[in-house]
């Protein structure tokens, strides 16, 4: 066993036993409970908390269950991120500039016949699902290692500390309890109240299996991942337009966020701006009528589309919890925890996407549920540091950030304590196909006084989650401009722009570089 981790669980009781320091339990008396923690839920937050708390231990079931979607789809353990989230968006995202790199591998030479180029979506999705359901087994082979006992039911309490579900044929119920529970269920996509919406409609829970060609496609909604969705969708040869009620990307930088949208509409995705949905009718054709109308204009409009995808926001499963029961307080369909994770019943604890008010990302799930389970079994303190968070928007010309957006740090410091510097760039590898810079663009926002402590940084351009995940450690660590700037760049790469940034917004200079070592 590694140092660190004889640190991290040298009060575990399995650990304290097997290296002579006793045990915290002892071997005649008799546990209080079933389990020392069920864990509610089989993602990523779930799954984190429950080996985690094994590896200390303590005595887990989880459980875990998948409502099929209105469209059918259902899927194994794994939870949004495996299944139907994070991996397969990352997979038809790459499938998506496969396809526009071998377009561009002509300007390079290479002799490609583009004439019948066009992906089989067919294919894709199985091999994306094949991918899937190997990561679905070695998650079922994983807890059975850690002694995690898995359950493929939906558990709910009875009360504070006891959990009942159905067996797996459904004609029997049974009851477990627990020291300690973790709800960790995440969420679920929102669909609209209109006509047709849940009868017609699909959602990122249906669209990575979904069997036929999406062809033409109205994506409805422009948080991130209606806008990779239609991203991809784009890049394999389909015709998506997306709806937006307000704006695109609530809660990102203004500034990027509208870079971005200018971005798809320059690579032909057509956008239907302050515009809400009214009803779905399938019509003789098969094809589907959408009625809309533009809250700006009041006009009303409609179209025909092959496919409709829902990408209006996710809610928290909280109906089938039973919390009541249980005590436990929640803020609409989320539940409220404190610092420590902790519910309004101390030892019920909730973690990831089901918790109100923290970032919704995998990442911070898994990390959240791995740190409570060192809290709770291995005599750790260490509480979940929500802040400066990296995430990405996997469109073509990626938009990754960490830390405050230009408008955050104006707010909460005022305008005249913030600095920007800002630059647009031009990556060396797209020249020769001549692909437009137009939108490659990057800037950090910082403290005007001292050492010019950075809040935030913000970057569009190639694999931008590959370059924001090294500056986000240095942010995290109290990165400054004067650091920043003394740091010597790799050339050529993109990431190397951050360390070359001269220009303020407010010195009103061009930020436009005349070659790629200006």
């Known amino acids: 066993m590694s140092a660190l981790k ?19 339990r002892h071997a005649a008396s008799k546990p209080r409970h079933d389990y020392d923690l ?48 994070c991996i397969p968006k990352k997979l038809m995202h790459q499938a998506s500039l496969l396809g526009e790199a071998v377009h561009e591998a002509v300007a390079y030479g290479w002799n490609v016949n583009d004439q019948d180029l066009r992906p089989d979506w067919r294919k894709l999705v199985r091999s994306v699902q094949n991918h899937i359901k190997s990561v679905n087994w070695v998650t079922r082979v994983d807890l059975r290692d850690k002694k995690v006992e898995y359950v ?71 948080g991130y991942v209606g806008l990779e969705c239609a991203c991809f969708l784009k890049g394999l040869g389909y015709e998506p337009t997306v709806m937006v009620r307000s704006i695109v990307l609530r809660g990102f930088d203004r500034q990027m966020s509208e870079l971005l949208a200018a971005m798809m509409a320059e690579r032909g995705v057509p956008f239907l701006g302050t515009t809400i949905p009214r009803s779905v009718e399938r ?42 029961a249980a005590g436990v307080r929640t803020h609409g369909d989320k539940i409220v925890v404190d610092a420590a994770e902790a519910t309004s019943v101390p030892h019920i604890f909730a973690v990831g996407d089901i918790v109100y008010g923290r970032p919704e990302l995998t990442p911070v799930a898994i990390l959240a549920g791995r740190l409570l389970a060192r809290r709770l079994f291995a005599g750790a303190t260490q509480l979940m540091d929500y802040a400066d968070v990296a995430t990405t928007v996997f469109t073509p010309l990626e938009y990754s950030c960490v830390g405050m ?21 031009k990556p060396t590898e797209f020249f020769i196909p001549q692909k437009s810079v137009r939108h490659c663009y990057l800037k950090a926002v910082a ?52 360390t070359r940034l001269s220009i303020t917004k407010r010195s009103g200079r061009d930020p436009t570089p005349a070659s790629c070592c200006s």
Request: include cysteine; glycine fraction near 14%.
């Open 447 to 498: 403290e005007i006084s001292g050492d010019q402590k950075i809040l935030g940084l913000h970057y569009i351009g190639p694999v931008a989650g590959e370059v924001i995940q090294g500056f986000a450690a240095a942010l995290k660590s109290g990165l400054t401009v004067k650091t920043l700037l003394s740091t010597v760049g790799i050339h050529p790469t993109t990431a190397e722009e951050f």
């Open 405 to 425: 957006s230009e408008e955050t740090a104006i707010e909460l410091r005022g305008a005249d304590n913030i600095e920007v510097l800002h630059g647009y760039y």
């Open 152 to 222: 493929n039911s939906l558990g709910a309490f009875l009360d504070p500390h006891t959990i009942e579900y159905a067996t797996r044929s459904g004609l029997e119920r049974r009851q477990v309890t627990a020291e300690h529970v973790v709800v960790a269920v995440g969420g679920r996509p929102r669909y609209p109240d209109i006509p047709g919406a849940v009868e017609l409609g699909i959602t990122s829970d249906d669209i990575f299996s979904y069997e036929r060609e999406p062809g033409r496609t109205l994506v409805v909604g422009a």
């Open 283 to 324: 019509q003789a054709d098969g094809r589907l009528l959408v009625r809309y109308h533009n809250t700006a204009t009041g006009a009303d409009g409609s179209d025909v589309f092959d496919t409709v995808l829902w990408a209006i926001g996710r809610r928290g499963l909280v109906e089938d919890l039973h919390l009541p």
């Open 38 to 85: 069920v864990v509610l839920g089989g993602g990523s937050a779930g799954l984190a908390c429950a080996k985690e708390a094994a590896d200390c231990g303590a005595r887990v079931l989880c459980f875990d269950f998948v409502k099929p979607s209105p469209a059918g789809t259902r899927w194994g353990i794994g939870g949004t991120c495996v299944n139907v989230g």
């Open 6 to 24: 004889l640190m991290r669980c040298s009060s575990c009781p399995r650990l304290r036993a097997s290296i002579g320091i006793g045990s915290v």
